[in-house]
């Protein structure tokens, strides 16, 4: 059965905690479920950790009704679709799937690629855009991005990579919320997702993924 790491903060001891997403991932995604949502620094706090990538939940008649970090509905699902996936200290206190919001994931996705981008040379305008909350301006800037032009560490092209590849799916009805499905699904970036170092064919495929 795994345990907690030591660094868990002593309010979360205890708590019902769920590991999720792919089996094969160099992270832990863990979510820690609450009876209620803290103040932000203090969710902040409780979720900084050496060791995994965790999130805070509150589940409410098999639901989960709220979320630290990222979309109730991604967050509901993707545990509910990954959860026997893993070794579990806890049963599943999730009794069915939610609808999935495409808009909502579409706003997440591109804010979340172009904060991976963020450290290119294109820096300046991607904080522009994202500091200007002009969704169509983001949307703009990233179709106009020539991502074979830039440098980003191979945990940036990953996290690119499979927010475009969710992105695409769940516009086409399907959700994806592992590695594996991802390079399934878009074969031309599966280098991306397995973190190994970008060439530029793998950049221009990223390209294609997204126009």
């Not at 699902?77 to 070794?87: F, G, P, V």
């Not at 500091?131 to 032009?149: C, I, K, P």
């Not at 997702?193 to 064919?201: G, S």
């Amino acid at each position: 059965m795994p345990t907690p790491p030591d660094d868990l903060p002593e309010p979360l001891r205890g708590r019902p905690w769920f590991v999720f997403g792919s089996p094969d991932s160099r992270d832990r995604d863990v979510l820690y479920a609450v009876e209620s949502l803290p103040a932000l620094e203090t969710a902040k706090r409780w979720c900084q950790s050496a060791h995994e990538n965790r999130n805070l939940i509150v589940v409410e008649d098999g639901i989960i009704r709220a979320c630290f970090k990222g979309n109730v509905d991604e967050t509901h699902n993707a545990l509910l679709r990954t959860y026997e996936l893993h070794a579990q200290a806890h049963p599943l206190p999730l009794t069915r799937p939610l609808p999935r919001l495409v808009p909502l994931k579409a706003v997440r996705a591109i804010r979340m690629v172009l904060s991976h981008l963020t450290r290119t040379r294109a820096r300046a305008q991607i904080k522009a855009a994202l500091r200007s909350l002009d969704q169509q301006r983001r949307v703009a800037l990233l179709g106009e991005l020539e991502l074979a032009a830039l440098e980003a560490p191979v945990d940036a092209w990953k996290s690119v990579a499979f927010q475009l590849v969710q992105l695409l799916a769940l516009a086409d009805g399907a959700e994806l919320y592992t590695k594996a499905s991802a390079a399934a699904f878009a074969p031309g970036v599966a280098r991306l997702l397995a973190r190994e170092p970008a060439t530029r064919r793998d950049l221009e495929a990223l390209g294609e993924l997204r126009d």
